[in-house]
């Protein structure tokens, strides 16, 4: 007995020529027609369309034969050999050639126009039906799909309106600055799509996969998490793992942003696509290609692009009433005056030139070309924005709340102070990290790093043993060292002076531990996870910005007291998870809030705060629950993404403003005779342009870049 083939299919295709939001309206408005189409997709950055198909419904021939009478060409993904069609130069694709088409015979038609004046409409109008003919086919499949108003339309019925009024070189003109401007988005779309897609190419195609005493040379995409790879000096890591031996410096600038390479060794972390800068390193894969830092960014960069800021759906619904609008006004312009005695061809022509400067192309354009640009930039930079709304949302915040350990601080404590009673202090750290060594402690493997500065030997500890919570213990050199909490250390020894400094100390916020050799009290040793070096200017850097810092942290009120007296913010302290979640909502009453975290217990608030954002070296459940992430480890960039945000919303409010300047000033002069077809169809392409080359300044952007 043989099972049913399934009649539901998830499809996902590569659609060629789908580079620009007019595009994308028009798919979606025809599948959003097509019986058995749903949960349909659009992705501008991948030109790609996912959906589910009834095939009972639907056949997949049909829904492919639909979209190429959009004008598109859907090529399917997914399955062997599937894979998009490699990008052609402009001068090779359809849009490109019928450009240099419809402008060879718009040139001939004027050589021609030089030489016999009497053939010259001939021309014109052959220019004009070659520029015409798919837009109008365009225009047909659009209306069929429920699009009757589209810009393809818009621009067929103002070329044969210019045509049945005699102005044969105006229609030609027309036609050929259309495809020009269509072009010109296409190309302009494309610089900023590349700056993702070349992201794929850092990580590299091949990989030294270490099999017992063997190197050998496999594909980086079958590397499996738990193998062993090796990493020559000058190359490029091929997946995200951790360090097993070697030091070496690392090159992360490409996929965090960090522009200054970072020293690592046993033990840290290194990304797909870091280059090696150093020595050989041997490290251990802890994730396969399909889920590296890389393919992270990427997916995550599509689905912000996929995601639509508020004021990009404003303008989507806006230019759905608008361009009726426009179609009627036209009409009423060509039609009315003549029935009461005007002039018909100088009124149709004026009919004509309203509707090439109705195009509402420009508009369209102003918000996604600037929000791709932006999370292009920043993705580059360090920056990781899930979407559009987020973008537009940080921007606007009045409070940035930084959860403490991970977040300001590094998350491992470091010694800062040490104090000897007859010792020196390179004696009191050695004697204290060979009572650690071995130990997994914070506290103790601090000790073990401070030890490991002084470049000293280590002495032989025997007999090591923990009690937990109170003291580590060894004997050293035939004495009994003990590394104890005060607590432990008063009840085997009179700590007399080392009283004063330790409250000192503890007012600090810092951990004290005492060093007991041999039930005497010799020394302690301070401790304390430090604030990352950034995190005061950061903290300035805010504020500046008119935005109020404050830090929400589960520590006890004195540590957490002790760094923000250091950073100059406000401090929550001693909070749970829903705490924090209660105080978000509070500082919600006062305007928006963005809140910057790495723990798990910080996913409630990060995901009730209007903006969440996840330091990169988080944990998984932050950096999923978040709207941002921070690649570098760094909390300078929370003023980064205000920056970039606002540089943003400027650009569009700008590009929003070119679009409806040039259109305003384009129906005025039109209506008084002063301007015709030609500036008319410029209108529309020359602030296309605007808009396009406004946008992508914003490529540009650095993260010292004021805003």
């Known amino acids: 007995m043989t099972s049913a083939r399934p009649t539901t299919a998830e499809l996902d295709y590569f659609v060629e020529g789908m580079d620009c939001p007019s595009c994308v309206r028009k798919i979606e408005g025809a599948l959003q027609r097509l019986p058995g189409a749903s949960q349909a997709r659009t992705n501008l950055t991948r030109q790609s369309l996912t959906l589910t198909l009834d095939e009972t419904r639907t056949s997949r021939q049909t829904l492919e034969a639909t979209l190429r009478g959009l004008g598109h060409i859907p090529h399917p993904l997914g399955g062997p050999g599937s894979a998009p069609p490699a990008p052609r130069p402009w001068y090779r694709a359809a849009q490109g050639q019928l450009v240099l088409g419809s402008g060879a015979l718009l040139a001939a038609a004027f050589l021609l126009g030089l030489l016999t004046p009497a053939l010259a409409p001939w021309a014109y109008g052959a220019a004009t039906v070659l520029g015409v003919a798919p837009l109008a086919r365009k225009a047909v499949a659009a209306a069929r799909a429920g699009d009757p108003f589209s810009i393809n339309t818009l621009v067929t019925l103002a070329a044969v309106g210019a045509l049945l009024i005699g102005e044969y070189a105006e229609a030609a003109v027309v036609v050929f600055l259309f495809a020009v401007g269509e072009l010109l988005e296409g190309v302009a779309v494309g610089r900023a799509r590349s700056g993702i897609q070349a992201l794929a190419a850092l990580a590299p195609k091949t990989a030294l996969l270490l099999r017992g005493d063997r190197v050998l040379e496999v594909p980086a995409d079958a590397l499996r998490a738990g193998q062993t790879v090796q990493i020559q000096p000058g190359g490029r890591v091929p997946a995200d793992g951790t360090i097993l031996d070697g030091q070496s410096s690392l090159d992360d600038s490409p996929v965090t942003g960090e522009s200054v390479p970072v020293f690592k060794g046993p033990g840290d972390p290194v990304y797909a696509g870091s280059v090696n800068a150093g020595g050989v390193l041997r490290v251990r894969v802890d994730r396969e290609a399909s889920d590296n830092t890389i393919a992270r960014i990427i997916h995550l960069v599509e689905q912000a692009e996929a995601s639509r800021a508020p004021v990009a759906r404003f303008i989507d619904r806006f230019s759905r009433v608008y361009t009726p609008i426009v179609v009627l006004v036209a009409a009423l312009t060509a039609f009315v005056p003549p029935l009461l005695g005007a002039s018909l061809t100088e009124w149709v022509y004026k009919g004509v030139a309203l509707l090439l400067i109705g195009c509402p192309c420009a508009l369209v354009l102003s918000v996604p070309a600037a929000i791709t640009s932006a999370v292009s930039a920043g993705a580059r930079r360090g920056l990781l924005i899930k979407g559009g709304a987020a973008l537009e949302a940080i921007g606007t915040v009045r ?156 520590d006890n009120a004195r540590t957490g007291q002790a760094v923000a007296r250091s950073l100059g913010l406000e401090v929550h302290a001693d909070l749970l998870p829903e705490d924090k979640l209660r105080l978000i909502r509070d500082l919600q009453r006062q305007g928006g809030v963005a809140m910057i975290g790495d723990g798990i217990n910080d996913a409630p608030a990060l995901a009730a705060a209007d903006v969440g954002v996840a330091m990169g070296g988080g944990t998984d459940v932050a950096l999923e629950t978040a709207h941002a992430a921070l690649l570098r480890p760094q909390v300078s960039g929370a003023a980064d993404l205000i920056r970039l945000s606002r540089a943003t919303m400027r650009v569009i409010r700008q590009n929003v403003a070119f679009a409806v300047g040039l259109k305003l000033v384009f129906l005025i002069t039109t209506l008084l005779g002063i301007t015709g077809l030609w500036p008319a169809v410029l209108s529309d392409t020359g602030a296309t342009a605007l808009v396009t080359a406004n946008a992508l300044r914003l490529l540009r952007f650095r993260p010292a870049d004021q805003g």
């Open 399 to 554: 409070t940035v709340a930084f959860d403490k350990t991970g977040t300001l601080t590094a998350g491992q404590p470091q010694v800062t102070d040490v104090t000897g009673l007859g010792q020196t202090e390179a004696q009191v750290l050695t004697l204290a990290a060979a009572a650690e060594q071995g130990s997994s402690h914070p506290l103790g493997r601090a000790i073990l790093a401070a030890h490991a500065a002084l470049g000293t030997p280590l002495p032989v500890a025997e007999a090591a043993r923990a009690l937990p919570g109170q003291a580590a213990l060894a004997h050293v050199d035939g004495r009994e060292v003990a590394v104890a909490s005060p607590r432990y250390a008063r009840q085997q020894a009179d700590l007399g002076p080392l009283e004063s400094p330790i409250a000192a100390l503890e007012d600090q916020g810092k951990t004290v531990v005492v060093l007991l050799v041999d039930g005497a009290a010799l020394g302690l040793i301070a401790l304390r996870d430090e604030p990352r070096p950034d995190a005061r200017a950061a903290v300035q850097d805010l504020r500046a910005l008119g935005v109020t810092p404050v830090m929400l942290t589960g």
